[in-house]
């Protein structure tokens, strides 16, 4: 089975940070986000991939080459970026031969049960049961289960089930169908072609879909949810195990998540603060945040704050969300 995962997005709700990094390498609990996607379906046994790119994309490619060679990687360029109907359409050529494909959104982390969904014989698409559901894709239920209606965000919404960005569709065939009937016909939701109208279409036509609820899903688009999906997954069982040693004179609440050579004098690191590799910390407390990797930081209190990679901070008391390459000082007086 291929893996589609859609990558082209520009992530404006995360600048600064994505400026100069692909929002599914914006890294939470100490991994991009991407690498949790990728982790977790070369486990389930996939192997072969399709990352569909545009927005610094070269940078997709640079990581997956270091992070997982050997790999089988094809790379489409959505360009411009016209929704995610647009961007599966663009991988016609690749899965037209295919019996079944795996989609799954690259800016969301998402556990369920990927045995279950793989070995389903019909569609299943990931669900959650949400407060708004207006805000999301929604899918409808008949009284066996099967989906009877797919509404992407919906006025007067019917279900609170939410589609959550992971799909396993089992008629190819169909599915292109749909995209190119949304795609010829101009069928749009909010300016985009979305892969849920064409999904509505193949129900339309026939096609049997059901859902898989998901234990856990996190949004990683937005600081809020970024911070938040930060907090949940630094509290698994191997961030709390971790015995930090070698860093005089500072004391390590956990869960914490400290990168490789990284220095870290006289502070109080945590909870929940995932630090990247080869940066400095002296004199500072932090809690609550993710902190770039080549990073500087000093005299600094900061609480539910990203920092991004290559950037100095000295003397700031506040919340930040400060992007990379960035180099700030508070702590200078005029002479």
Request: overall charge negative; charged content about 20%.
């Amino acid at each position: 089975m291929k893996a589609i995962i859609p990558v082209a997005g520009v992530g404006s709700a995360l600048r600064p940070h994505t400026h100069t990094q692909p929002k599914a390498l914006v890294p939470v609990a100490g991994k991009a986000i991407l690498s949790y996607i990728m982790d977790d379906l070369i486990a389930a046994g996939i192997r072969d991939f399709i990352l569909v790119i545009g927005y610094l994309g070269d940078k997709i490619e640079k990581y997956i080459s270091e992070q997982y060679p050997g790999l089988s990687v094809t790379y489409v360029i959505q360009e411009p970026r016209e929704g995610l109907g647009q961007a599966i359409w663009l991988t016609r050529e690749y899965i037209k031969a295919e019996k079944e494909v795996l989609v799954v959104l690259g800016d969301t982390i998402v556990t369920l049960d990927l045995q279950t969904l793989l070995a389903s014989p019909y569609s299943m698409l990931g669900v959650k049961k949400v407060d708004t559901p207006g805000s999301f894709g929604i899918a409808e239920l008949d009284s066996q289960g099967m989906i009877k209606r797919l509404v992407e965000k919906p006025r007067i919404p019917k279900s609170n089930l939410a589609l959550v960005g992971i799909y396993k569709i089992t008629n190819i065939a169909a599915l292109l169908a749909a995209l190119q009937h949304i795609i010829e016909n101009q069928v749009k939701t909010q300016n985009e072609y979305h892969l849920t109208d064409a999904l509505m279409k193949m129900v339309e036509d026939g096609a049997k879909m059901t859902t898989i609820e998901v234990t856990n899903w996190y949004d990683c688009g937005r600081k809020e949810t970024l911070l938040e999906a930060n907090a949940i997954l630094m509290n698994r069982a191997e961030f709390k195990r971790i015995d930090y040693e070698g860093f005089p004179g500072s004391i390590f609440i956990q869960p914490v998540s400290i990168g490789e050579n990284c220095t870290v004098v006289s502070s109080i690191i945590g909870p929940n603060v995932a630090v990247g590799d080869n940066t400095v910390i002296r004199s500072s407390v932090i809690r609550d945040s993710i902190i770039g990797s080549f990073s500087a930081l000093e005299n600094t209190l900061l609480n539910r704050s990203i920092i991004g990679n290559d950037s100095s901070l000295r003397g700031m008391v506040q919340s930040l969300n400060i992007g990379d390459n960035t180099e700030i000082n508070f702590s200078e007086t005029k002479g």
